[in-house]
T-cell receptor, first 115, second 112 residues
Framework: TQLLEQSPQFLSIQEGENLTVYCNSSSVFSSLQWYRQEPGEGPVLLVTVVTGGEVKKLKRLTFQFGDARKDSSLHITAAQPGDTGLYLCAGPEEAGGTSYGKLTFGQGTILTVHP | DTEVTQTPKHLVMGMTNKKSLKCEQHMGHRAMYWYKQKAKKPPELMFVYSYEKLSINESVPSRFSPECPNSSLLNLHLHALQPEDSALYLC???????????FGPGTRLTVL
């Protein structure tokens, strides 16, 4: 079974601070997705990383996929209250190199950014 | 357009009621999904449809019955639910099974 361990579980910071969320596994993933979810809404896809060592930037958010494709990180620079939400990493479960549509999710990181 | 729509937004039902949740996407995606999510937890997969055929049922109780009338629509029929079934029900879609999924806004279901 492929597991994704996400840390920290909770993060409470002041506006303007930087933060990093980690998503680690002992298994190789063909890709990893990062989602942000606000209360009462569905998860919104932020990024997909596919290539080992890949770095993607989305405004103040920087996503990195580990060289071995077993881990990923999300770094937010100068956090704003609008960044508040539940952040989830997820990767496709595969058997014999084939994905059947099941995603493995990390436990999530609840981020609160105070004004 | 990366929009998945879900109706209704909120639903309150008694344990003897029959209701349906609806999901629609017009992105040409051929895989569609139902998830159940409890507060502050990751979504839990319930069903996967690929090319309008049910490909995964995660041992979901029969009081939940999915239906995929065509490639754009996905329904979840509910009957004789229990209070512990109260949750946010999410629909998602993707081009294929192995690529990123796009989620709808969800239906907040309360079973009394």
């Amino acid at each position: 079974t492929q597991l994704l361990e996400q840390s920290p579980q909770f993060l409470s910071i002041q506006e303007g601070e930087n933060l990093t969320v980690y998503c680690n596994s002992s298994s190789v993933f063909s890709s990893l997705q990062w989602y942000r979810q606000e209360p009462g809404e569905g998860p919104v896809l932020l990024v997909t990383v596919v290539t080992g060592g890949e770095v993607k930037k989305l405004k103040r958010l920087t996503f990195q996929f580990g060289d071995a494709r077993k881990d990923s990180s999300l770094h937010i620079t100068a956090a704003q209250p609008g960044d508040t939400g539940l952040y989830l990493c997820a990767g496709p479960e595969e058997a014999g190199g084939t994905s059947y549509g099941k995603l493995t999710f990390g436990q999530g990181t609840i981020l609160t950014v105070h004004p | 357009d990366t929009e998945v729509t879900q109706t209704p937004k909120h639903l309150v039902m008694g344990m003897t009621n029959k209701k349906s949740l609806k999901c629609e996407q017009h992105m040409g995606h051929r895989a569609m999904y139902w998830y159940k999510q409890k507060a502050k937890k990751p979504p839990e997969l319930m069903f996967v449809y690929s090319y309008e055929k049910l490909s995964i049922n995660e041992s979901v109780p029969s009081r939940f019955s999915p239906e995929c009338p065509n490639s754009s629509l996905l329904n979840l029929h509910l009957h004789a639910l229990q209070p512990e079934d109260s949750a946010l029900y999410l629909c998602a879609s993707s081009h294929r099974l192995e690529v990123a999924q796009y989620f709808g806004p969800g239906t907040r279901l309360t079973v009394l």
